[in-house]
């Protein structure tokens, strides 16, 4: 079994900086992919990054230039740096982890922009 848990969401202005923590343990397997994904309310669940640990990143076009995923593969934890956040960035952000075709999601933090 896989746990995924996250920390480090909160409130914060616009244009301020957070950094998202996702700590995995149990059977993690040396190939995976861990990422992250968010929801707004009223709205579907949308990929915000994503990072191989093969080291080979994706980003959402709303992510680009101001996000950015790293992970520690020893510590089996993902990272995401968020700058430049603006109040469309508000949601629940999910930590994932897949390996072998199967998808492990953390418990969600929420993350607010407001002046």
């Known amino acids: 079994q896989v746990q995924l848990v996250e920390s480090g969401g909160g409130l914060v202005q616009p244009g301020g900086s957070l950094r998202l923590s996702c700590a995995a343990s149990?059977?993690?397997?040396?190939?995976?992919?861990m990422g992250w994904y968010r929801q707004a309310p009223g709205k579907q669940r949308e990929l915000v990054a994503t990072?191989?640990?093969?080291?080979?990143?994706d980003y959402a076009d709303s992510a680009k230039g101001r996000f950015t995923i790293s992970r520690d593969n020893a510590k089996n934890t993902v990272y995401l740096q968020m700058n430049g956040l603006k109040p469309e960035d508000t949601a629940v952000y999910y930590c994932n982890l897949v390996q072998t075709y199967l998808n492990y999601w953390g418990q969600g933090t929420q993350v607010t922009v407001s002046s």
């Open positions: 149990g059977s993690i397997f040396r190939l995976n992919v």
């Open positions: 990072l191989t640990s093969g080291g080979r990143m």
